[in-house]
């Protein structure tokens, strides 16, 4: 199904650094590594071969002309293959997963720049894959397979070749300095003290099998020009020979010195070969005149905003981020920050030339600080304007519940369970293979150090941290049902919306977490036989065997449970009320009253109140529970009836349930527990109405009470919790 939005996505770039120590100065090559041809890609793994550039795209694990397969699921999803040599026949399976309308087009280039189409598919084959062939020009060096415009439905690509081009007998110009060809039009930074002249030599190749390459001249222009020399060029090339050219460097001064080297050959089409030389005299760039101006937010949600800038004439910028409170850290010369990293007490949220980004990890009602740097240069020779930059804040949303969306529904009428459930269901249904892309990729993902991410087990606390792109296996997470699979009255069917509905999907440690849990109820240990971090399972205080999140997530995990019943009961005529029993192994249920202590006790925060905001945003409905807690008190989620009287009855009758005397009749040591919460005072009444023991100003989950002092007979035993009072009899023998 198509989101009911188009996100934006952060965009990866591979780039490679070449640096050659000569004289102690050095130089390096800011092209991208390229393929040799043939290249070919059956998307086996995710680590892109070298030439192979993604941006947005994700994988089909159990489908393509042999699974996986790579996805591409939204407008702007692309692929780019950059390769150094002319190109044959391009192959390659294609096939529409739910496509209904829309543009996916197979493009070429010579330059990387601007792309032409060479296939565009409008129907692509539904269901299955079938390979296309088409064939590039010999001039092209990059090939793009894009997403151009979703109207519905996904693309799947497999088996991706490009073979090599048939030779060329005329003279074909190549220039590459190390082992990267730089492309006419392409920049080579080099860099040497001041006043100190080093040579830097580029190759010269003719890439044709019969003809010389003549080389008429070699020239230099630009604004630095008289700071560099050619030294030497090849007047003639053999075919399938390269020759050397030398550059000499001689900064008359410190920082940036700019020049255009121009090789004038009889190439037919590039008889005039440009290279861009950016020179570094001295240690670093010349540091920018001035910042960027003009700092403006928009699109602002509670988990997502666009920011973006006026730039200056530098040739990036660095953004910092911090929660709260201006930023007061700024970056060093010679240093070179990736996204996540901390700079002082900001944190990097981009680097580059463009003058727009958009952070992750927002989260509602936040105040976010930022800072933008100018910077000139690269790599080691970075130089960074640090004074007054440009600074600027904005607020998060807080609830983007919209105005009246509950207007129609009572917590009064005897039709509210039904008028809930109408209101959640139907909805836009997300897939489960996207949740990856959507969730993991658009909402879930925090940044940290060296351009890596981090995601966090919602049961556990663990950060596992990974480098894009993000793949559940890899990382050992799974996405976990909190209203589990096998609970659900159309199980094993994996093909409908409730299995799909991202509000109760979670990530976890699927080996330590989300296993540990299997198909148990929620509830509280009391005697845990395993553990991970900030989970636990084992016993409760009835002997039955439960799992028990971490405090933080305890009151996510209820309302995610309560939303999938009161929004899929009735559907297909199934009670959707929690089972009890669960299985032939699990005889008994889940404890509704503990969820809803935890609705209580662990109140909507600012994360879940934007993940609610933000899949509203992709399924067009909302939890209804996130936005109204109280909500919870008047569904018995037994049998999915409406509790008329709300949370008084659930109290009382959760108090009255979980209140546990053990061994009754008692002889000795009486011990008294209430499931789920803690007693803070109790009292021992005779049958005459005398208090005969009683206790206040504790907070125990279990007392352990000697009564052989008692004469013999029957007691009442009160006990006082945070949520009220309850009461039983015991027989002291």
């Known amino acids: 199904?198509?989101?009911?939005?188009?996100?934006l996505?952060?965009?990866?770039?591979?780039?490679?650094s070449i640096f050659l120590v000569l004289l102690s100065a050095f130089a390096y090559s800011v092209s991208l590594a390229q393929a040799v041809l043939p290249t070919t890609w059956s998307?086996?793994?995710?680590?892109?071969?070298?030439?192979?550039?993604?941006?947005?795209?994700?994988?089909?694990?159990?489908?393509?002309?042999?699974?996986?397969?790579?996805?591409?699921?939204?407008?702007?999803?692309?692929?780019?293959?950059?390769?150094?040599?002319?190109p044959g026949a391009l192959t390659y399976y294609l096939g529409g997963n739910s496509f209904s309308g829309g543009t996916f087009t197979v493009e070429e280039s010579a330059n990387g720049t601007a792309y032409t189409a060479l296939h565009t598919h409008t129907a692509p084959p539904a269901g299955v894959y079938q390979m296309f062939t088409d064939n590039p020009n010999s001039l092209t060096r990059f090939i793009r397979f894009i997403y151009t415009n979703k109207v519905g439905g996904n693309i799947g690509v497999d088996d991706i070749n490009i073979a090599v081009g048939a030779a060329t007998p005329a003279q074909e110009i190549?220039?590459?300095?190390?082992?990267?060809t730089i492309v006419s039009g392409g920049t080579q930074t080099v860099s040497s003290p001041v006043s100190?002249?080093?040579?830097?030599?580029?190759?010269v190749e003719n890439l044709g099998t019969t003809n010389t390459l003549n080389i008429a001249s070699a020239v230099l222009s630009g604004a630095n020009a008289a700071d560099f020399t050619v030294a030497s060029f090849p007047s003639t090339v053999a075919a399938g020979a390269n020759q050397s050219l030398t550059v000499n460097f001689t900064p008359a001064i410190a920082g940036t010195r700019t020049a255009v080297l121009t090789i004038n050959s009889d190439d037919a089409d590039e008889a005039a070969y440009v290279i861009n030389l950016n020179g570094i005299g001295g240690s670093f760039a010349t540091e920018p005149a001035s910042q960027p101006t003009n700092l403006v937010f928009s699109n602002v949600k509670s988990y997502r905003f666009?920011?973006?800038?006026?730039?200056?004439?530098?040739?990036?910028?660095?953004?910092?981020?911090?929660?709260?409170?201006?930023?007061?850290?700024?970056?060093?010369d010679g240093s070179v920050y990736q996204r996540g990293d901390m700079v002082g007490d900001g944190q990097v949220v981009y680097s580059g030339a463009a003058t727009s980004f958009v952070?992750?990890?927002?989260?509602?009602?936040?105040?976010?600080?930022f800072a933008v740097y100018a910077y000139n240069g690269a790599g080691t020779n970075i130089n960074y304007l640090t004074t007054a930059p440009l600074a600027g804040n904005v607020t998060s949303l807080g609830s983007m519940m919209p105005v009246g969306y509950y207007s129609a529904i009572s917590t009064s009428s005897p039709t509210f369970v039904a008028d809930l459930h109408n209101l959640t269901n139907p909805h836009q249904e997300q897939f489960y293979s996207n949740y990856g892309n959507l969730m993991v990729g658009l909402f879930v993902v925090r940044d940290t150090t060296l351009n890596r991410r981090v995601i966090t087990c919602v049961y556990s606390g663990e950060n596992k941290i990974y480098t894009e792109p993000f793949d559940f296996t890899a990382t050992g997470f799974s996405r976990e049902h909190t209203y589990p699979h096998s609970w659900m009255p159309t199980n094993p069917a994996q093909n409908f919306p409730e299995y799909n509905d991202y509000h109760h999907l979670f990530p976890t440690n699927q080996n330590n977490a989300n296993a540990l849990r299997s198909n148990y109820p929620l509830g509280k240990v009391v005697n845990a036989t395993a553990t991970y971090l900030g989970c636990k399972f084992g016993t409760d205080a009835n002997g039955k065997q439960v799992f028990e999140p971490r405090d933080s997530h305890k009151g996510d995990a209820a309302r995610a449970m309560m939303y999938e019943a009161i929004c899929y009961t009735t559907v297909s005529g199934n009670n959707w009320g929690f089972p009890n029993p669960i299985s032939g192994s699990i005889a008994y249920g889940q404890d509704q009253a503990i969820l809803k202590q935890w609705n209580v006790q662990d109140a909507p925060d600012s994360w879940e109140i934007s993940r609610n905001d933000y899949l509203d945003s992709l399924q067009d409905n909302r939890n209804p529970f996130v936005d109204n807690p109280t909500f919870a008190c008047f569904v018995n989620f037994t049998n999915m009836s409406y509790e008329s009287l709300g949370c008084t009855a659930d109290v009382e009758e959760a108090l009255l349930n979980g209140f546990i005397l053990y061994p009754n009749p008692v002889t000795n040591k009486l011990f008294?527990?209430?499931?789920?919460?803690?007693?803070?005072?109790?009292?021992?009444?005779?049958?005459?109405?005398k208090v005969v023991k009683s206790a206040d100003a504790i907070n125990q989950v279990l007392i352990e009470l000697n009564i052989q002092d008692l004469e013999t007979g029957s007691y009442l035993v009160k006990v006082r919790t945070p949520y009220g009072e309850t009461q039983k009899t015991i027989v002291k023998n």
């Not at 199904?1 to 996100?7: A, D, F, L, T």
């Not at 190549?174 to 990267?180: C, D, I, L, Q």
């Not at 800038?309 to 930023?327: C, D, E, H, P, Q």
């Not at 527990?673 to 109405?689: K, L, P, R």
Request: aromatic content about 10%; overall charge positive.
């Open 9 to 16: 996505k952060q965009i990866r770039k591979m780039r490679k």
């Open 306 to 332: 666009n920011a973006a800038f006026t730039g200056s004439s530098a040739n990036g910028y660095l953004v910092l981020r911090k929660k709260g409170s201006a930023i007061t850290g700024a970056p060093v």
């Open 1 to 7: 199904m198509q989101p009911k939005i188009k996100n």
């Open 174 to 180: 190549n220039v590459m300095y190390n082992t990267a």
């Open 672 to 689: 008294m527990n209430v499931d789920a919460t803690t007693i803070t005072g109790y009292e021992i009444i005779s049958m005459d109405g």
């Open 359 to 369: 952070p992750n990890n927002i989260v509602a009602s936040t105040g976010y600080h």
């Open 196 to 203: 100190t002249m080093t040579p830097f030599v580029f190759t």
């Open 43 to 86: 998307f086996a793994t995710t680590t892109l071969p070298v030439g192979w550039t993604e941006s947005g795209t994700g994988y089909y694990t159990a489908s393509g002309n042999t699974p996986p397969t790579m996805k591409f699921d939204n407008t702007g999803d692309y692929l780019i293959i950059n390769f150094a040599s002319a």
